[in-house]
């Protein structure tokens, strides 16, 4: 969790992102408590329908591990990760029946973090969800889908790339 707060005017510099954290992160154990909180909360039919989990950190992998290990019914357990095959191998490995995942398709992070083409980052992402897909994943989407007109990465005023 970050803070996105802003300076007001004239106010001094931005405390760092760890000091403005009013609390530790929660360990699995913790997550796992809040897990059956939550199912108590949602009641006999399951109110509180899902919990998602990021499967690309050990903490939260521990945590639906331990989430698992109460037998209940509600709220279902999901994931999220990048739209990776590495990724997705978590998901596979987790039995899980949804996830969500992380596809960043802008111009921006295509020609610039990634170091790639539309192409070939595109169809990296159909792979995998092909496999999601063949492997029987009922629910899988799709995230980071820009809302501006993306730009092109030789000359591009908004962005600066």
Do not use: N
Not at 68 to 75: D, I
Not at 94 to 114: P, Q
Request: contains cysteine; proline residues 5%.
């Amino acid at each position: 969790m970050r803070s996105t707060r802003r300076p007001r005017s004239g106010s001094p510099t931005p405390r760092s992102a760890t000091a403005s954290k009013s609390r530790a992160p929660y360990t699995p154990e913790q997550i796992a408590d809040l897990f059956e909180l939550l199912s108590r909360l949602g009641g006999a039919r399951g109110m509180i329908r899902q919990s998602e989990f990021f499967l690309y950190t050990a903490k939260d992998r521990r945590a639906v591990e331990l989430c698992r290990e109460k037998g209940l019914r509600h709220p279902e357990i999901t994931g999220w990760i990048r739209a990776s095959l590495d990724d997705y191998r978590l998901v596979k490995a987790a039995g899980l029946r949804e996830t969500g995942m992380l596809a960043s398709i802008s111009d921006y992070h295509i020609y610039r973090k990634m170091a790639s083409d539309r192409r070939t980052v595109l169809d990296g992402y159909l792979k995998v969800v092909e496999a999601a897909l063949a492997d029987g994943v009922v629910r899988a989407f799709i995230s980071r889908t820009p809302r501006a007109p993306t730009c092109t990465a030789s000359s591009c005023r908004s962005c600066g790339a």
